[in-house]
């Protein structure tokens, strides 16, 4: 069955708004990083493991949106 126009742009909304909401949180993540030089290791190791989840969900709706194009 194919979707409607409506449904997706729907979709592409939906994944536009995860992508910022996760790309707000990876920037965060990145500035947490920053905290290693200062000496705090759990600080920066939580900005490190938040900034690669956050990359890898954004790759995960890039290539949802991709596949979503080809059909």
């Known amino acids: 069955m194919t979707e409607s126009r409506l449904e997706s742009l729907a979709s592409s909304l939906e ?3 995860y992508g910022m909401l ?3 949180l990876g920037y965060f993540g990145v500035g947490m990083t920053g905290q290693l030089t200062n000496g ?3 600080v920066g190791l939580i900005g490190i493991v938040t ?3 956050c990359g890898s969900g ?3 709706l890039l290539y949802e949106g991709f596949r979503e194009g080809l059909h």
């Open 15 to 17: 994944r536009l708004i």
């Open 22 to 24: 996760l790309a707000t």
């Open 40 to 42: 705090d290791v759990l």
């Open 51 to 53: 900034a690669l989840l």
């Open 58 to 60: 954004i790759l995960y």
